[in-house]
């Protein structure tokens, strides 16, 4: 069984700045991608980073200079660092990991349960 669990979310002012992190656990032998992914109300859910397991970032175009992504391979975390927030930045933020549980298995994606980033103007 392989858990993701986020922390971090929070309600910020417009140019504030939140860190999010995220701690997979269980029956874990390699994380490969790790990421970020959000939904804003009534909208789909989006690619925000995501991070290989070489350090490797990718970013969408709405966030890249402003966000950061990194992962301690060492603690099977990932971190999301957010500065200059914007209101279009609201939404519950996932984490997403691509996990082999044995050498036996391919890769299974998971997500966590979310947590609420919510800039106020």
């Known amino acids: 069984q392989v858990q993701l669990v986020e922390s971090g979310g929070g309600l910020v002012q417009a140019g504030g700045s939140l860190r999010l992190s995220c701690a997979a656990s269980?029956?874990?032998?390699?994380?490969?991608?790790m990421g970020w992914y959000r939904q804003a109300p009534g909208k789909q859910r989006e690619l925000v980073a995501t991070i290989t397991s070489g350090g490797k970032p990718n970013y969408s175009d709405s966030v890249k200079d402003r966000f950061t992504i990194s992962r301690e391979n060492a603690r099977n975390s990932v971190y999301l660092q957010m500065n200059s927030l914007k209101p279009e930045d609201t939404g519950v933020y996932y984490c997403?990991?691509?996990?082999?549980?044995?050498?036996?298995?391919?890769?299974?994606?998971?997500w966590g349960q979310g947590t609420q980033v919510t800039d106020s103007e």
């Open positions: 269980g029956s874990i032998w390699f994380i490969r991608t």
């Open positions: 997403d990991a691509d996990i082999r549980t044995s050498i036996e298995t391919g890769d299974t994606g998971y």
